[in-house]
């Protein structure tokens, strides 16, 4: 089994990856807290999680 790592897009920290991720699983940066979303498994690639926007029952 293969573990895999990613660099934080904004710290650069190194985030260690589950055998088991899923497109779209969103992780948080241990250092920095930022979300990252999986957009790609192969090869393994993240963006910026789009912010949750709360629509206060509008």
């Known amino acids: 089994m293969m573990s895999h790592?990613?660099?934080c897009?904004?710290?650069g920290?190194?985030?260690n990856l589950a055998?088991?991720?899923m497109l779209g699983e969103i992780?948080?940066?241990p250092d920095?807290?930022?979300?990252?979303?999986?957009?790609?498994?192969?090869?393994?690639q993240?963006?910026?999680a789009p912010m949750e926007v709360e629509d206060w029952g509008e």
């Open 5 to 7: 790592t990613i660099e």
């Open 9 to 11: 897009l904004e710290c």
């Open 13 to 15: 920290a190194t985030l």
């Open 19 to 21: 055998s088991d991720l």
């Open 27 to 29: 992780l948080a940066c």
């Open 32 to 44: 920095c807290a930022v979300e990252l979303e999986v957009v790609s498994l192969d090869p393994i």
């Open 46 to 48: 993240v963006d910026l």
